[in-house]
């Protein structure tokens, strides 16, 4: 395999000044059996799990995770310290810590070239923010810390209409949408154009056939305007969408360890009463990256997240970057349905700003208010590892309202 990588230019990572985050993920952080067995051998700590509480949980016969402990109605690693570093990073070494940590926040796709292209989670808030040291000479050793990781694949087609489009022609596709996205005032707007553009492309496509040839002429059309919908007025589907792709993000949350039946239950009816909230819009919410509970009047008596033009500029820079990022474009789905994810995590990410505005005792939303929300969304729908993938349920529903065309129009108008 080449090591020609193909990366932003102004690209930056550090995991200094990093409020660890990836330390405090509703996740188990997975580690192979060798792993574990290195791990348990520091002498240290013993001592550390007895006075937590905690020991490592089987999760598969080919993997464990590190236990999690809640703080403050948080859960975070057991190996965070107090001065919110990595306890065995300190005091062994980067080498010392799971390749889990050593490789996140980056990943790398192989394309038909060889060449490598960098994936980066926007979880991270170096990667999402841009700040730290320029990424590009960090790769060889980033690349060298993924030894055993397979790298990510594209998948050779997606479907189009009656038919379908090969690799090359959806990543044309998907650049001159994430341009359009880019250059567009209004996300929403876009979205339903980009719809149909690609309605119009599929049209074309025969049945069992491939597309061919040319997309036709994209361009911004003025009358094409969505209005935002008041959240009292939005469909119930739009609702239980929204409210199930937030659960798993809700406290409080799985702890990594093995829990009894009758714990398990609690969770479970944790998670349908906060799903009935949202559908609700009453009650309040306690949430990823919000931090306090909020009352949901409140939060959605905000008629709007992208009163601002900043704020539209962002989450259509946001919702572009995940085109260009090839986030969709790692399993078979169709083009209609990368839309449909598109206009989910644009739903969702407007949704979490009203949330952290309330937080912050506002009725209006700002900038700010989407930087978190663009993290909380490709921790559940977008990133390889998302939740949504792990979720049956989620998974499920968010497959099925995919194909139901009304949900599209609904979730735009949420924004």
Not at 285 to 290: H, K, Q, R, S, T
């Amino acid at each position: 395999m080449t090591q020609t990588f193909e990366v932003d230019g102004n690209q930056k990572f550090s995991c200094r000044d990093c409020p660890a985050r990836c330390c405090r993920m509703p996740w188990g952080y997975p580690v192979t059996p060798s792993e574990k067995e290195r791990i348990s051998a520091l002498p240290w700590v013993a001592a550390r799990f007895a006075s937590l509480g905690v020991a490592f949980n089987q999760l598969s016969p080919e993997r464990y995770g590190l236990p999690s402990i809640e703080k403050n109605r948080r859960l975070q690693c057991a190996f965070l310290d107090e001065d919110n570093l990595c306890s065995i990073h300190k005091r062994e070494g980067v080498d010392a810590t799971p390749q889990t940590c050593q490789t996140f926040p980056l990943r790398f796709i192989e394309k038909e070239d060889g060449t490598l292209q960098t994936y980066l989670s926007h979880v991270c808030p170096s990667i999402r923010d841009n700040y730290g040291e320029p990424l590009a000479p960090q790769l060889p050793e980033r690349l060298a810390q993924m030894q055993g990781l397979t790298t990510l694949k594209l998948v050779p087609y997606m479907s189009l209409g009656l038919g379908r489009i090969e690799q090359k022609d959806y990543l044309s596709w998907a650049d001159q949408a994430a341009q359009f996205l880019m250059n567009s005032p209004s996300p929403a707007s876009a979205l339903v154009q980009l719809e149909e553009w690609t309605s119009a492309i599929a049209s074309a496509v025969p049945m069992d056939g491939t597309h061919t040839g040319d997309f036709p002429n994209l361009q911004e059309n003025p009358f094409s305007s969505v209005s935002p919908a008041r959240p009292s007025s939005w469909a119930k589907s739009t609702r239980l969408l929204l409210a199930f792709c937030l659960a798993p993000a809700s406290y409080p949350m799985m702890s990594g360890r093995p829990i009894s039946r009758f714990e398990l239950l609690k969770f479970c009816l944790h998670k349908l009463n906060f799903i009935l909230k949202i559908v609700r819009q009453k009650g309040s919410a306690d949430i990823l990256f919000v931090d306090r509970p909020v009352p949901l009047a409140e939060v959605f008596s905000i008629h709007t997240a992208l009163s601002h033009p900043d704020a539209q500029r962002r989450l259509g820079k946001f919702l572009s970057q995940l085109l260009i990022r090839r986030n969709f474009f790692f399993s078979q789905k169709s083009l209609g349905e990368v839309l449909f994810h598109l206009a989910l995590t644009g739903a969702l990410v407007s949704v979490f700003a009203r949330l952290h505005a309330v937080s912050q005792n506002r009725s209006t939303c700002e900038v700010q208010d989407f930087v978190d929300g663009e993290s909380l969304a490709e921790l559940i729908l977008t990133y390889h590892g998302s939740t949504i993938k792990s979720h049956k349920a989620l998974r499920t529903i968010t497959e099925f309202m995919a194909n139901y065309p009304p949900a599209f129009q609904g979730l735009v108008e949420a924004f």
